[in-house]
DNA sequence: GTTGAAATGCTGTGTAC
DNA sequence: GTACACAGCATTTCAAC
């Protein structure tokens, strides 16, 4: 009896669902039945199994920052000395302007993106929260200039 | 006659119907209005605006790369010579396994994440196409360890 | 912004194959 | 996996306020 599966098989069918999920989260299952030539019951079964696995995580709406005045997106690289990464790591998730953050190889080192209003925010957050942080050692910031392409996690 | 405004004012209760439409995007527009306060006529009028100015640009499935096989998740900053930094970006745009792409502040510098089902494939990636594409100087490459956070774009 | 109403379409569940 | 059926909801689009 095993629950926790790391790894699920998937088929064709599966991925045509994702994709189309992928394209558009509100479409009915309905349509979606149509689109890949299956019942309505089977898809609905298929999208289930695929989120009681955790291969669909959730379903989310996918927001342009800059139409509502949010106009700088920046990466940042993080190094922290070791004794300090998981307590560096969980103030950093804390703020709201840090939109993910991951661990990475390389000498501790946290790889970051943050939303920002201006660069005068930037600069007040990397000042006030940033630099005061414990054990952080060094950080390369770099500022988007432009979105060549941009699919969020999701391979074909 | 103003087509191409490219702020748009939004207010609390956009902002609410945001934060839940990213925490689960098929939610209804009954429940939706139920849960903002509105009637479900004016949640719909307002979830069709935000679309029609791009605050909403799709809505999404977030998908887990580990649960389907693809193991490993890598940032990549490439250095392109300025003279061929959009005919390299617009062929790594096309790659399957890259899944965002950026061009970042810094010497004609590309942001660039991918995903590969092993490490193997990221190094035939790298050695067959990456280094091989016109006017890259340098590639740094980091693999991802652990996710802190991931809310990809979206800022509360 | 609101409510109400009507037509249509979608979902969840059950049956049987 | 399919098909069919049925009840209950949801969506769309009106009109009237």
Chains 1, 2 share one sequence.
Request: charged share 20%; with cysteine.
């Amino acid at each position: 009896m095993e629950e926790n599966i790391s790894h699920v098989q998937i088929d064709d069918i599966d991925r045509s669902i994702i994709q189309l999920l992928n394209k558009n989260a509100r479409i009915s299952y309905t349509d979606l039945a149509k689109e890949v030539g299956l019942s309505r019951v089977a898809v609905q079964a298929r999208i289930n199994a695929l989120m009681e696995h955790g291969v669909i995580e959730r379903f989310a709406a996918v927001i342009n920052p800059e139409k509502i005045g949010i106009h700088v997106s920046a990466f940042f690289n993080v190094e922290v000395s070791p004794a300090h990464l998981h307590e560096a790591a969980a103030l950093l998730a804390e703020e709201q302007v840090v939109t993910s953050l991951y661990h990475m190889t390389g000498p501790s080192k946290l790889h970051m993106h943050a939303l920002f209003i201006n660069h005068q925010e930037m600069e007040q957050f990397m000042k006030e929260k940033l630099y005061k942080m414990p054990g952080i050692t060094s950080v390369e910031c770099q500022v988007l200039i432009n979105r060549y392409k941009s699919r969020m996690g999701m391979r074909l």
